[in-house]
């Protein structure tokens, strides 16, 4: 059951749901950025090497007028907004908390953060979880390498989005929910993650006091074993 808070979330979502998923899967850049499988493997940060140098290749496709665009909107919807300050909240508060409840099941966290369309997916996985017995108890060890990519304007209505990349390690293991006994996972086993996430913001919540309007758009992984 899809609760009312959650209905005002699709209700927000609507107006430009569409416009990212039609960008995102046509767009050659945002094909490499967030089908991380196709490209992790081909150096030691894939992800800011290939999408680089298909945004260098693809002239204007991202200029920085479009960035100026982007950092105007969010101006117009809080005039104190700076890039740096926004980026050290999300090195030191926002990404934390998020990836943190992303890694550890927390859904009513993550329900502060995403989007419908990335929350629904995630809590059908960890219903999964779940119905077989199991939580999630992972941990993020370290955060670094945050930083803006790119940036977007989606129509309608001229919806700012910025386009982060950022890398961690973290631990991944599964407990029985009612003995908590490890069943799956290695509490030992560092994975190093990179992801790729799109952040845009709801005018009408930036005098939330959580999140100030910040929302998680879309959320992509790829991961392998650290050490």
């Not at 496709?61 to 105007?72: G, P, Y």
């Not at 934390?96 to 966290?109: I, N, R």
């Not at 006994?181 to 005098?207: H, N, W």
Request: with cysteine.
């Amino acid at each position: 059951m899809i609760r009312a808070g959650t209905n005002v979330t699709l209700h927000k979502d609507a107006a430009w749901k569409e416009s990212w998923r039609s960008f995102r899967d046509s767009s050659r850049l945002m094909q490499s950025v967030f089908s991380l499988k196709s490209t992790y493997n081909e150096s030691e940060n894939p992800l800011i090497s290939t999408a680089r140098s298909i945004s260098d290749r693809i002239a204007g496709f991202f200029a920085e007028n479009e960035t100026a665009m982007v950092i105007k909107k969010f101006r117009e919807m809080d005039p104190s907004f700076q890039l740096e300050p926004f980026l050290q909240d999300m090195r030191e508060y926002i990404l934390p908390e998020v990836l943190d409840a992303y890694v550890k099941g927390d859904v009513e966290t993550l329900k502060l953060w995403l989007s419908a369309a990335q929350f629904q997916v995630y809590s059908a996985l960890m219903h999964q979880y779940t119905t077989a017995g199991l939580k999630s108890d992972g941990r993020i060890l370290d955060i670094r390498n945050v930083d803006v990519l790119s940036a977007r304007m989606l129509e309608p209505g001229e919806i700012p989005v910025f386009i982060l990349t950022c890398r961690t390690q973290e631990v991944h293991v599964y407990r029985n929910a009612k003995t908590n006994e490890l069943a799956a996972g290695m509490e030992d086993r560092v994975q190093q993650v990179t992801y790729a996430i799109g952040v845009t913001r709801i005018p009408e919540d930036v005098s939330n006091a959580e999140t100030r309007g910040w929302r998680l758009i879309e959320l992509q992984k790829s991961a392998r074993d650290y050490m």
